[in-house]
């Protein structure tokens, strides 16, 4: 088997990779994540899940690398990850009420062959009505500053949600496993 690559520093995607049980490494991809002009979002996200995966390749010439990128939208608008209370505030307001689409672009890249298989899976989130006490209390006990949309569904920001849609729950999290397990069976890899 070769080496499995995930090219990520994000601690949640590593623990939803070590739940496949297979052996891996991490490497830090070092990308510019900024969009390109008139790009996408759902692009953005494949683009970047690819870029990162590429960015490590040349260290790893017998690997699977996996990238992944995530996006948060709402009518076209791009909600990153905040960075500071303030802006999660800001974010919370606004997303409160609303529906989010998060979209999360996953690549899997051979770097025996080049070849890279990149897929994406939308998950939908309804934010309930929040108020500003919420908003803060939800901060305060869970700082989730390095997420965006500035909600862990995996965590206490599943109380700021009326509902969610998708076709895998990891997917929100930041790695979507359902795919992720087809794109290895179809690199030759057995995760069973």
Do not use: W
Not at 81 to 102: C, I, M, Y
């Amino acid at each position: 088997m070769p080496n499995l690559i995930l090219a990520s520093t994000s601690p949640y995607r590593r623990e939803l990779l070590g739940r496949l049980g297979l052996p891996f490494s991490v490497a830090n991809p070092q990308t510019d994540e900024s969009a390109l002009p008139g790009e996408a979002p759902d692009a953005l996200a494949l683009r970047l899940s690819e870029a990162k995966a590429r960015a490590v390749a040349g260290d790893h010439p017998d690997a699977l690398i996996i990238g992944s990128d995530q996006v948060a939208t709402v009518d076209g608008k791009i909600y990153g990850k905040p960075g500071t209370h303030e802006r999660a505030v800001a974010q919370l307001r606004e997303l409160s009420g609303k529906t989010v689409n998060f979209f999360t672009g996953l690549c899997l890249h051979n770097t025996r062959t080049g070849e890279s298989l990149v897929r994406g899976v939308s998950t939908l989130v309804t934010f309930r009505q929040l108020s500003d006490a919420e908003i803060e209390n939800y901060l305060r006990r869970e700082p989730a500053y390095n997420c965006a949309g500035s909600a862990k569904s995996e965590g206490l920001g599943i109380a700021l949600l009326a509902a969610m849609q998708g076709d895998d729950p990891n997917a929100l999290v930041g790695l979507p496993l359902i795919a992720l397990c087809d794109m290895l069976r179809q690199q030759g890899v057995a995760v069973l």
